[in-house]
């Protein structure tokens, strides 16, 4: 009897475990699926084909190895042809942007949970540019620094008695015009992760942050900061792949104007425009741009996800 036991409840255990087994592979299949479909399929060929060159008296694609790799990191990476090497640098710009964002969304984040004197005025005011087209919000922007009506250039104008031309391919004030729009559209989103991190911390710390007179600065800096430093942890890594995807802000401030020599010109935007309206070995040369690139960064960002592991804090709230 207790034999007969025992084995009914090791077949049951052993029905549990295949149950299990074949729920976690069903969770497994949707996600592996949708990864084989829509990136291992889309891009193989489009991977396959940057070893290849298309011949326009035969109308084929001949094998060519890694030379056209080659080309790509000499032209843009090392520098052997500057305007290409100027959209490379001009992608890592996004970088710089993303640096500047995070203290001040942190400051005003902080603030709002403070709960500072008209805080819900200006939360709205932080979150309105996320709340509005991109193209709708970067018309207004141009509008404002316009040569000939906008308000900001012509107050400027009479300040200075100079006319002034800020949205001109060749002016030297578009890119800090950018960095600014950039920065000013950024920042909504960014205050809300932030500030939905802060909302976790628990009431009991800031009212013994109270009651032990530890000022407002102090307690953001050695309170605060380490409690929300896993948000912070993965934004830090988020920095660093937004120069694969920095093309929006550049190309609607300069109304899809490069500039000399590339000035504006960055990597995703480079690729849009190749994919959009180029020929085919332009489109062969932006695949590989954007693999190399790719690659490139792939390293970074691996050491910045170790790196803030091990800075990150466990926090458990």
Avoid at 20 to 49: D, E, R, S
Avoid at 60 to 87: C, H, N, W
Avoid at 223 to 235: A, D, E, H, K, Q
């Amino acid at each position: 009897m207790e034999n007969s036991t025992v084995q009914v409840k090791k077949g049951y255990y052993a029905t549990r475990k295949r149950r299990q087994m074949w729920f976690l592979i069903a969770l497994c299949i949707v996600p592996l699926l949708n990864f084989a479909i829509f990136w291992v399929y889309v891009n193989f060929k489009t991977i396959l084909l940057t070893f290849q060159q298309y011949d326009t008296s035969t109308s084929t694609y001949e094998p060519i190895g890694l030379t056209r790799y080659i080309s790509v990191f000499k032209d843009y990476v090392l520098g052997r042809d500057p305007a290409k090497q100027r959209m490379y640098i001009n992608a890592l710009r996004a970088i710089v942007i993303n640096l500047i964002i995070l203290p001040i969304a942190f400051v005003a984040s902080y603030s709002f949970y403070k709960k500072i004197r008209f805080e819900k005025f200006f939360r709205v005011l932080f979150m309105f540019p996320s709340i509005i087209s991109i193209v709708v919000l970067t018309m207004v922007f141009r509008y404002m620094f316009h040569g000939e009506f906008g308000p900001i250039a012509l107050l400027a104008e009479k300040l200075t008695g100079e006319k002034v031309s800020w949205l001109s391919s060749d002016s030297d004030r578009l890119w800090p015009l950018i960095y600014t729009y950039a920065i000013w559209a950024g920042l909504g989103t960014n205050v809300i992760m932030i500030s939905g991190a802060m909302l976790r911390i628990p009431g009991d710390i800031t009212e013994a942050c109270l009651i032990d007179g530890v000022g407002f600065w102090r307690e953001a800096l050695q309170f605060v900061l380490p409690l929300i430093m896993p948000t912070i942890g993965i934004y830090i890594i988020s920095i660093l792949s937004s120069c694969l995807s920095f093309t929006m802000q550049p190309m609607l401030i300069t109304g899809d104007n490069v500039g000399p020599e590339n000035k504006f010109l960055t990597m995703s935007w480079y690729i849009y425009r190749a994919t959009n309206g180029g020929n085919k070995e332009q489109m062969l040369e932006a695949s590989t741009v954007g693999i190399v690139f790719s690659l490139l960064l792939t390293p970074f960002i691996i050491g910045a996800r170790v790196l803030a592991n091990k800075i990150t804090p466990d926090v458990d709230f």
